[in-house]
């Protein structure tokens, strides 16, 4: 039976933004967008500092191994991070695959409309990229998982259930991380406290293992002269 969902007196439940050590941004107006895009360049530098590099060599490690084994490499995200997450598929796909020995399986939990809203409309939204996986994943197979706050419902089942099939797990998180961080096997953690920044910084994480990945399995003269 198909389940209805009455949203007329609908409310999104409210983001909080607990005590932590990095001051929220922005904190008071500024006079001019200029002026703001300073302050924001400002800050993506600064957040892009609390990344620790471990983690990144450590999902660097975990994707090339999927990729050089057929492993597939699941990734998902809500809202901003779904873009990111189809970008992946992209980046992931399509350039790690030039000019290299490799290629990868990657697939986007996020990139079907008509699979989302029929899983969402007939289970319920958190179900969205779980139920996927327990079609598509198997042990082995890695999941990237991507969360601004790290407290997305779906997300967090996703991973769960990653985890508990022998699955390796991936998250990209920002705020305090939420239970994301603390279920993934590797955490790629943004200090910040706006979306914006995050996202971003986000985005670049993904290019980073992408692009390094991809100039890992080329010849020292092909790097020098490929444009990334």
């Not at 909080?16 to 800050?43: G, I």
């Not at 492993?71 to 980046?91: P, T």
């Not at 990657?106 to 939204?125: F, G, H, K, P």
């Amino acid at each position: 039976m198909t389940a209805t969902h009455d949203l007329r007196n609908f409310t999104p439940p409210a983001v909080t933004v607990p005590a932590r050590s990095a001051p929220k941004f922005p904190a008071a107006p500024h006079p001019s967008a200029a002026k703001y895009f300073d302050a924001y360049s400002d800050e993506v530098a600064q957040a892009a500092r609390s990344v620790d590099p471990g983690s990144l060599d450590q999902a660097a490690e975990i994707l090339l191994d999927a990729y050089t084994r057929d492993a597939a490499v699941f990734s998902c995200g809500n809202g901003g991070s779904a873009a990111i997450a189809n970008h992946l598929q992209c980046d992931h796909l399509k350039g790690v695959r030039n000019e290299t020995d490799l290629v990868p399986r990657v697939v986007s939990l996020s990139t079907s409309v008509e699979l989302l809203t029929a899983i969402a409309n007939d289970l319920a939204y958190e179900h969205v990229f779980e139920y996927q996986l327990q079609s598509q994943g198997r042990p082995g197979d890695v999941l990237i998982a991507i969360s601004s706050s790290g407290r997305s419902p779906n997300i967090v089942r996703a991973l769960t259930w990653a985890r508990d099939h022998g699955l390796r797990t991936i998250a990209l998180t920002g705020f305090e991380g939420g239970d994301a961080r603390d279920i993934a096997e590797v955490a790629i953690h943004v200090g910040g406290t706006n979306y914006g920044i995050i996202e971003d910084l986000h985005q670049a994480v993904m290019h980073t293992l992408a692009q390094y990945i991809r100039h890992s399995r080329m010849t020292p003269d092909s790097v020098a002269s490929t444009v990334f």
